[in-house]
């Protein structure tokens, strides 16, 4: 089996974890009113951060600060970075809709999309399962990704 071209930085996904559980959970404390900006603020990030690297604020935290002052060292492995995006997209569409259930006034909705992200991250930062990559392998497996996207397979 040949290596994989690509290479993942865990340390810089467990940092980014991290942040969304610090994130979700201070808004959840904070309460809907102030909250919900918190919960669009990491939505957004997730988002931006999943359309362009150099936008994920969380995980550039690791990059630049944390790695470079010796705090994490770097924990790369051979693996594509595709099922991690597809996972942080899926965080992002969740806390969106957390973000406008809180503005609508679905108090309860809103909390429960905020709380599945803080849930899975923490599942992901504490065993390092990560549910979306799970639903990105399914969606592979039975061929319902586009193949622009499906297992790297437009780069080879």
């Given at each position: 089996?040949?290596?994989?071209?690509?290479?993942v930085?865990?340390?810089?996904?467990?940092t980014?974890?991290?942040?969304?559980v610090?994130?979700?959970?201070?808004?959840?404390?904070?309460?809907?009113?102030?909250?919900?900006?918190?919960?669009?603020?990491t939505?957004?990030?997730?988002a931006?951060?999943?359309?362009?690297?150099?936008?994920?604020?969380?995980?550039?935290v690791?990059?630049?600060?944390?790695?470079?002052?010796?705090?994490?060292?770097p924990?790369?492995?051979a693996e594509?970075?595709m099922?991690?995006?597809?996972?942080?997209?899926?965080?992002?569409?969740?806390?969106?809709?957390?973000?406008?259930s809180?503005?609508?006034?679905?108090?309860?909705?809103?909390?429960?999309?905020?709380?599945?992200?803080t849930a899975?991250?923490?599942v992901?930062?504490?065993?390092?399962?990560?549910?979306?990559?799970f639903?990105?392998?399914?969606?592979d497996?039975?061929?319902?990704l586009?193949?622009?996207?499906?297992?790297?397979r437009a780069?080879?």
């Amino acid at each position: 089996m040949p290596s994989s071209p690509y290479r993942v930085d865990r340390n810089t996904l467990r940092t980014n974890q991290a942040f969304i559980v610090a994130f979700t959970v201070l808004a959840f404390v904070l309460g809907d009113a102030v909250g919900r900006w918190l919960v669009l603020f990491t939505a957004l990030v997730m988002a931006l951060g999943t359309a362009h690297p150099a936008f994920a604020l969380f995980k550039q935290v690791h990059q630049r600060i944390l790695r470079p002052a010796g705090v994490l060292r770097p924990d790369v492995h051979a693996e594509d970075p595709m099922p991690h995006q597809f996972a942080q997209a899926l965080g992002s569409i969740f806390l969106f809709a957390s973000f406008f259930s809180l503005l609508a006034g679905a108090i309860a909705v809103g909390w429960v999309f905020n709380w599945i992200v803080t849930a899975l991250a923490v599942v992901n930062l504490t065993v390092q399962f990560c549910a979306g990559c799970f639903v990105y392998y399914q969606l592979d497996r039975f061929g319902l990704l586009p193949k622009a996207i499906a297992s790297g397979r437009a780069a080879r």
